[in-house]
């Protein structure tokens, strides 16, 4: 009815995001930022200094990085790194800006130690830690500046493993999800006195920590969140034929990867679908891997009941079908436009003259739908339309794609108190 409706105007401002390989945090110029209690549980961020493994020591090692909280937040409180020892029991710095005397602890399983201090400025520098574990005295030395905090009695053994998780994590019965906004970089590990491993975290972009050191010397790898990525496209296992070199070059398999999927651009690709949680990655496994390597000298794929939970996978659809390995001429530029559609119409009335069925009440549940909105350079765009009778609240989905491929996706709600309005 024309006494129901609302001319509403809409300004669609679009942010466009382009990720692939999602992750929760995000490099620097130097220092790893931490996303904390700002963003939902699963989008804080987490770092997992050896993902596929644990660190072993045979005798004393230590743990240092710089830190810094990051300002203008309302919550400061979480765990800065989690320390589990041969799976067994946890070794914590946390940080709680409530606590009525100091605000770092060292926590050993659910038990407070006499480690704990303050820092005088958290914010906009760096400020070094180190932690000592000395298996042969049984401590652990917290370093902060020039102030020295021991913790004794802790039954330290050597010849331990240890995984290091800065941030939150989901290791098992380890699991975190409180974290203080802040910056990590320089994270370096050494073994009586001895340099073994040190990431920089001085990546200028991606969702990798490269290991700049240690006897390995490698660390890139693709991941999704906490797990490491396997790529199909168009059905075809980017791996199939990737042969490892005899003389091995660091990082080669990253590399070949890298190569295959930035040979792509947006235009070429209709679809992408990941897959992340075990269930459908079980599934998966069990579907499409094993006949690709029971036969063939390729790497490890992560079996089911083996730690099928550590992979993710990444279907791409191209729009050729054509998989990983078409050739592409040099010094030619394949233009592919965009096929001509033409939307399907949606019925909106409208309402120029009186109202001529009083009795005719509108009940639509969906109305308005606009398929081709063109923004000007700011992302925005104007648009209205009538709103139906009954007083209600309609949710509005707004999605866009600029020319470069970047996508983007919001809603909003929108309430109806007053007819009259």
């Known amino acids: 009815m024309r006494s129901g409706f609302r001319i509403f105007k809409i300004v669609f401002c679009f942010l466009f995001i382009f990720t692939i390989l999602t992750g929760d945090s995000y490099g620097q110029s130097y220092g790893l930022a931490f996303s904390s209690h700002e963003v939902f549980q699963d989008k804080r961020t987490s770092l997992d200094l050896s993902p596929d493994k644990t660190l072993c020591f045979k005798d004393n090692f230590d ?3 710089d830190l810094s909280f990051i300002p203008n937040h309302i919550i400061y409180f979480g765990y800065i790194v989690r320390i589990i020892e041969d799976d067994n029991r946890n070794i914590d710095l946390v940080y709680n800006a409530q606590a009525n005397k100091k605000h770092f602890n060292i926590i050993v399983g659910d038990r407070l130690t006499n480690i704990a201090f303050d820092i005088d400025k958290l914010f906009d520098q760096w400020n070094h830690l180190r932690i000592k ?10 370093y902060s500046g020039k102030a020295i905090y021991t913790a004794t009695g802790l039954h330290l053994k050597k010849n331990s493993c240890y995984k290091i998780l800065f941030g939150i994590n ?5 699991q975190t999800t409180d974290i203080p906004p802040m910056k990590i970089r ?3 590990i050494t073994e009586n006195d001895q340099l073994k491993y040190n990431w920089p975290l001085n990546e200028i972009s991606g969702q990798v920590a490269h290991e700049g050191y240690g006897p390995k010397g490698k660390g890139l790898t693709f991941m999704l969140k906490d797990k490491k ?3 199909s496209i168009d059905a075809i296992d980017i791996d199939r034929f990737y042969e490892k070199s005899d003389n091995p070059v660091p990082d080669d398999h990253y590399n070949y990867q890298k190569d ?3 040979y792509f651009t947006a235009e070429d690709i209709t679809g992408i679908e990941v897959l992340y949680n075990p269930q459908y990655t079980a599934l998966y496994n069990d579907k499409n891997l094993p006949a690709l390597y029971d036969d063939q000298n390729l790497p490890t794929a992560t079996m089911p009941g083996s730690g099928s939970d550590l992979t993710a996978y990444i279907e791409i659809t191209t729009r050729s079908g054509q998989g990983p390995y078409a050739n592409s001429p040099k010094g030619i530029y394949v233009y592919r436009p965009a096929p001509v559609i033409i939307p399907a119409q949606f019925y909106t009335p409208r309402y120029p003259v009186k109202n001529m069925y009083p009795g005719f009440t509108d009940l639509r549940s969906t109305i308005h739908w606009e398929p081709n909105i063109v923004t000007n350079k700011n992302g925005e765009a104007n648009t209205f339309f009538y709103a139906a009778d009954p007083l209600t609240t309609y949710t509005l989905i707004l999605q866009g ?4 491929g970047s996508v983007g996706y919001t809603t909003q709600e929108i309430t109806i108190t007053n007819k009259k309005q």
Not at 401 to 404: E, I, S
């Open 63 to 65: 743990i240092s990085f």
């Open 133 to 142: 574990f000395d298996t042969e005295h049984d401590r652990i030395i917290l």
């Open 170 to 174: 989901n290791y098992k019965q380890f």
């Open 186 to 188: 320089d994270i370096k």
């Open 229 to 231: 990525v396997h790529f």
């Open 260 to 262: 295959i999927l930035e």
């Open 401 to 404: 794609a600029d020319l470069n």
